[in-house]
């Protein structure tokens, strides 16, 4: 057995090679060019650019967004590949400084450009910083990414159904969550919110250094004769839960459609009393942003699948050995990863075909280390991963790769191209 793995874990690699051209991990090239699982999906797991970068226009449409301009993007923001992270070993973290509001000085904002659809869903993690600050003396903020459309009424805007429409996340007072909104016939100068609740009907607020996860669906309303019908729709849900329903809605009197998804976060307010009161962070994670609820797996009855596998329970191996790891968690690696060594593991279940995060736990003094992933014993190869140069044997670091998997129960084989490097856990999480 341990031959015929061999002979195909080499002939894995050299495949990979001959498509993949070089190693195209996390480090290099995280999405590979697996398809998604629908034509409608977008999304973005911040695992492709250098850590401790800033995540401009630029940045976003080398994974494939875009939009006509922004704020605060090139000045604050952050691809923390140190700290925090829903999933993979990166996340984006934006900042608000202290006593500043609005996007020109606080938070950043872009509107990303869509596909024109009736319907979208648009999902992500979020974690705010540990001494957060919600204002001074009044407080309001916008949180992460929206959904609009058209020329996105919002700012005190009346939305008349010719001027578009927008729909964003918000805290309130002491971090409680809401939805707001802009649609023909706000009650106010300014758009309505709703308040998120849980099953029992209280009050969400946003928790503090944590991670949460935040969707939204937005429908857009009908239109007949020039007239808006009353049947626009937005539904919230909050880790999984439905906590906000909002119907008989009116967005446009057009053909205007969600086209955006619009990354708009900071404080405010229209004065300094809503500014934080010392300087603050949101981390965004796993960010997407489709037609199809399908498509949103945070959605599905047990959320997405994810499954950590511990190096060292390998079911067959080539030139490793365990060791005692000084890695958080402690128990055992697996280290001495030579060229072409190899561990393999069995009766691995995917139960649903389609885009999968496959992370890896590192540690390395060496450059130039090359992590391989196939199914099959090399019948299937996945492509390959660089190790970085963690700093030693006892620093390591979680690195990624985004891949297509196919349902089933499949064997899994980890190879080295190129070695020097210990491996102390991996795991696939289920992005769509």
Known sequence: MRTTLRKAALLAALLAVLVAGTATGAEDDPGGAAPAASASLRYNTFERPERGSAYDLSQWSQDG??????????????????????????????????????????????????????EYYLSYWVRFSSDFSWGTTEYAGKVGIGLAGGASCSGGQVCDGYNGFSSRMIWRSGGKAAIYYYHMGHEGQYGDYMDLKNASGSPISYPRGQWINLVQRLKVNTVSGGNANPDGEIDIWYNGAQAATIRGLRFVRNADLV?????????????????????????????????????????????????????EDYSAMKGVTKKTTTDTGGGQAVGSFDSTDWIAFQNVSVPKAGRYLVEYRVASPNNGGVLSLDLGAGATPLGNVSVPNTGSWDSYRTISREVELPAGTHQFGLYAPTGGFDLNWWKITQLS
């Open 65 to 118: 967004w875009y939009a006509p301009w922004q704020e605060g993007m090139s000045t604050r923001t952050w691809i923390d590949g140190y700290n925090f992270h829903h999933s993979g070993g990166k996340s984006l973290r934006v900042f608000y400084p202290k006593g500043k509001i609005g996007p020109a000085d606080s938070g950043a904002q872009a509107p990303l450009q869509l596909t024109p659809g009736r």
């Open 259 to 311: 086209d955006r998804a619009y990354f708009s976060s900071f404080f405010g307010g229209a004065t300094e009393s809503f500014a934080p009161a010392n300087d603050s962070y949101i981390w965004y994670d796993d960010l997407k942003v489709s037609t199809q609820r399908a498509d949103v797996c945070e959605l599905a009855a047990g959320g997405c699948h994810t499954r950590t596998f511990q190096a």
